[in-house]
C-alpha cells in the first residue's frame, strides 16, 4: 500500500488542534517567471502529492504528444476547469486555465488549489470558489511574479477569515433532489452507470482493498458524466461524487473535473494515472459520456438495482451499496476506522514538522 492510499487527504489535523484547515498553492505557468512558475503555498503533503499528479499527468499528455495525435476535431484548445478532490472531510478545490510563461510558452496551465478541511460544500461553492475565480481573474491581468505570490497569500487569508470553523464537514446535499428526480425518470441513463461500476469498478467495492494494494501506485478509473439539465454545474459535480461515495468504498479519493464551458463532469476513482488526464482536453467524439454508451443490460443484474431507484423516487441518494448491499453508513464507518489507522498522530509527520517550524 502507497502513500497516496494511506495518507492523501487524511492529514494529521488531530496533532495541531490550532493549526489552520485552509491553505491555498498555486503552480503552473504564468508570465511573472521565465518558465514554471515557483511553487507557492504548498504547505501539506496532500497538496504536494496533488501538484505532482496533477502537473505530471498534463506533462505526460504533452511529451508523448496525446492531444496532438487525437487531432483538433477530438481535443479542445486549452484549459478551463474547476477541480473538486474529495476524501471524507478534506478537499481540494481550485481552478485550471490556460497560461503562458514570460517567454511566450503555452503549452501548460496555471493551477489554484485550495485545501479545505471541515467545510460542507455549499461553503466551498458559495464562498471559497468566488476567491479563486477572482484570484484568477487578478493572476491574468499581471506580468510580475510578486503580484502573484502577494494575491495568493491574500486569497488565503480571505478565505481563513470566512471559514465556517466546523469541526466536521456536513453531508453535502447540493443538486440532490434534482438529481434523484431526473434519474427517476431517466432509469436508462443511470441503469449504464450502475452496469459500468458493478463490471469495472469492483477493485473499488466497500470494503475492498483490491485498488490500494501495491506499494508502488493505487489503481484509478476514469469516467465521464452528464451534467443534468436545469442543475447549476456543480451541483451536478456534488450529487455525482455523493452517488459514486454510496456505490465505492467512501475511502477512495475522488476528483471531480468540470470544463466550464462544456456540459459534462470527469470523475477520476483512486489515484489517478497519468493517461486518466488525456481527459482534460478531450471532446466527447473523443470520450463519449458513460451514459451514452449502449451497454447490453442484463436483466436479472438489473432487476437487483430497482432498490436504488426506489430510493431515488423518494429524494434520496441510496442507501446501500450495489456491490454487497451493505448499508452506506456501515461502509462510512468502517473507513473512517481505516483512514484513523494511518494517521501520523503519534509521529512528526512532514504536516507537523512543517508547521511547527514555521
Known amino acids: 500500500m502507497n502513500d497516496f492510499s494511506r495518507l492523501f487527504l487524511n492529514e494529521d489535523w488531530k496533532a495541531l488542534p490550532g493549526a489552520p484547515r485552509i491553505y491555498l498553492s498555486a503552480f503552473g505557468k504564468h508570465p511573472g517567471w521565465n518558465d514554471h512558475l515557483d511553487d507557492i503555498g504548498l504547505a501539506t503533503n496532500s497538496l504536494i502529492d496533488a501538484r505532482r499528479i496533477l502537473y505530471g499527468g498534463i506533462a505526460s499528455q504533452i511529451e508523448s504528444a496525446a492531444w496532438e495525435k487525437a487531432g483538433s476535431e477530438k481535443v479542445a484548445s486549452g484549459f478551463d476547469h474547476i477541480l473538486h478532490w474529495s476524501r471524507m472531510g478534506e478537499t481540494l478545490t481550485g481552478l485550471m486555465w490556460s497560461s503562458k510563461d514570460g517567454k511566450g510558452r503555452s503549452l501548460y496551465p496555471m493551477i489554484t488549489l485550495a485545501h ?120 451536478s459535480l456534488n450529487a455525482w461524487l455523493s452517488f459514486f461515495g454510496t456505490q465505492i468504498d467512501p475511502a477512495v479519493p475522488m476528483l471531480g473535473i468540470v470544463p466550464t464551458d462544456q456540459n459534462w463532469i470527469d470523475l477520476i476513482v483512486g489515484e489517478p494515472a497519468a493517461s486518466d488526464f488525456f481527459i482534460l482536453r478531450a471532446l466527447l467524439s473523443a470520450v463519449p459520456l458513460l451514459t451514452d454508451i449502449p451497454y447490453q443490460l442484463d436483466a436479472g443484474m438489473q432487476a437487483g438495482f430497482d432498490p436504488i431507484f426506489d430510493q431515488l423516487r423518494q429524494g434520496r441518494m441510496p442507501a446501500k451499496s450495489c456491490f454487497n448491499g451493505e448499508p452506506v453508513e456501515v461502509a462510512r464507518e468502517a473507513s473512517l476506522v481505516w483512514l484513523s489507522r494511518f494517521r501520523p498522530s503519534d509521529k512528526a509527520g512532514f504536516f507537523s514538522r512543517l508547521l511547527r517550524h514555521g
Open 116 to 235: 479545505c478541511v471541515g467545510e460542507s460544500f455549499d461553503w466551498t461553492i458559495n464562498k471559497a470558489l468566488p476567491v479563486l475565480e477572482e484570484t484568477a481573474v487578478k493572476c491574468r491581468q499581471t506580468v510580475l511574479a510578486g503580484d502573484v505570490v502577494t494575491m495568493v497569500r491574500s486569497a488565503q487569508q480571505s478565505l481563513r477569515a470566512n471559514a465556517s470553523g466546523a469541526l466536521g464537514a456536513p453531508a453535502p446535499t447540493a443538486g440532490f433532489e434534482a438529481w434523484c428526480s431526473y434519474f427517476s425518470r431517466e432509469q436508462t441513463e443511470l441503469r449504464r452507470v450502475l452496469h459500468h461500476i458493478r463490471g469495472n469498478l469492483a477493485a473499488f467495492a466497500p470494503g475492498r482493498l483490491e485498488w490500494c494494494e501495491s506499494e508502488k501506485k493505487a489503481r484509478s478509473a476514469s469516467v465521464r458524466l452528464p451534467q443534468i439539465p436545469g442543475m447549476k454545474p456543480l451541483e
